[in-house]
């Protein structure tokens, strides 16, 4: 009687643990998107930096641009933003809309991506290239506000600011001098000597 309930159990844990397979796999839902650009090609591709742009390159191209896309925030983009840019935030950047936008932009001509800074604008050049976008452009630069206008600053991305090199070589370590130390001298108790007082005598004579 007990191997017979026995087998009852281990009978309704299978068919149970076979329900659960079953509707994990009608309920499965593949990812959306998936990257097409592995991290070898990505790194080949950046490698020669032929996809950054200057403002002074920008300006020479910027009628040919397919499409120029500002990463920055909807509040940013309000105050101001380069001239004929549409606005896609980077939080936004993969909804339906926007990668089928992306996809028919840069089919001939480059797509130009721009942000509040150069690092904000790779994060959304990196994800789309990829996810298979090739033709694009990361424009280097940094925007601001100054007095209620909207300004744009070219940034030289790749060029250090500080020469390091020169720098290491004027600090290098001087070989440290052998310091002997010499233990500190222990001062020595000098002895007192307590001098009994002498008694004072008393006055000799009376009445």
Do not use: W
């Not at 050049?125 to 033709?135: K, T």
């Amino acid at each position: 009687m007990k191997e017979l309930e026995k087998t009852k159990r281990i009978s309704i844990s299978a068919v149970l643990f076979l329900l659960v397979v079953v509707i994990s796999l009608l309920t499965f839902r593949k990812p959306q998107y998936s990257f097409t650009n592995n991290t070898a090609k990505t790194l080949e591709f950046i490698g020669n930096k032929s996809y950054i742009l200057s403002m002074s390159e920008f300006e020479q191209i910027k009628d040919q641009a397919s499409v120029i896309i500002d990463v920055r925030s909807n509040f940013d983009f309000s105050k101001g933003h380069i001239d004929k840019a549409i606005n896609i935030p980077l939080s936004q950047l993969l909804d339906k809309n926007s990668i089928d936008l992306l996809k028919g932009a840069s089919m001939q001509n480059p797509a130009i991506i721009y942000g509040k800074t150069p690092e904000e604008a790779n994060a959304a050049f990196m994800l789309l290239y990829q996810l298979g976008n090739e033709n694009l452009k990361l424009l280097s630069v940094t925007t601001y506000y100054d007095n209620k206008q909207f300004h744009i600053k070219n940034i030289e991305i790749g060029k250090a600011k500080v020469n390091y090199a020169s720098t290491m070589e004027k600090a290098k370590v001087q070989p440290i001098k052998k310091i002997v130390l010499k233990p500190a001298p222990i001062p020595v108790k000098k002895k007192v000597v307590v001098k009994p007082k002498k008694k004072k005598k008393m006055p000799e004579g009376g009445c």
